[in-house]
């Protein structure tokens, strides 16, 4: 057992900070939200659809990008690709196999396909790992913006990241 205790409840236009130490249980949680775990006890419900962004990449690495964002982009029904492409600045690595990006252009091929789902409930797992500052403040408004449009997002992070009004949760109150 990681916690015990905890509860809370996001409206659209909410933003989320779950907070801790490394090893605390932030990933855990943000599993458990996206329905990838069961928590021991308690429930977990939501309404609309959920977008994940964490350390998986869920990429081909053998394919160029742009493939393996297409691929994504069918499932997806995404009707605007060109537009996560420019806002992210992926336009130039499209054609570059994904096993060969960047740590940080990994990370933004995978808000890429967050943006792409139109998800209403954005649960976010150390976001800004891997993005250089520039990154960081553009994906920073695009949370931003998720939000003033009536999105929820649900960040974990054990470090600094800019949201919107953020409510805030600090898992070492419910450790066990």
């Known amino acids: ?19 801790g130490a490394n090893g605390i249980g932030k990933s855990s949680l943000i599993r458990m939200l996206a329905g990838l775990l069961r928590p021991i006890a308690g429930s977990v419900a939501s309404e609309g659809a959920i977008g994940l962004v964490d350390e ?8 160029p990008l742009g493939q393996a964002l297409r691929f994504w982009e069918r499932l997806d029904d995404c009707v605007a690709p060109a ?18 990006l960047s740590t940080g252009q990994k990370k933004r091929a995978a808000l890429a396909r967050l943006l792409n789902r139109s998800c209403p409930i954005w649960l976010l797992d150390e976001p800004l790992n ?3 500052t520039q990154a960081q403040a553009s994906f920073e408004a695009l949370i931003a913006q998720h939000c003033a449009a009536g999105g929820i997002a649900l960040v974990a992070s054990h470090q600094g990241i800019a949201l919107p009004d953020p409510a805030r949760v600090e898992l070492a109150e419910y450790a066990v």
């Open 1 to 19: 057992m990681l916690f015990r205790g905890l509860s809370f409840a996001c409206a659209p236009g909410d933003a989320l900070l779950v907070a």
């Open 130 to 132: 891997g993005l250089d």
């Open 83 to 100: 537009r996560a492409h420019e806002i992210l600045q992926l336009e130039p690595l499209l054609d570059v196999p994904v096993r060969y």
């Open 56 to 63: 998986r990449l869920a990429l081909d690495p053998n394919l």
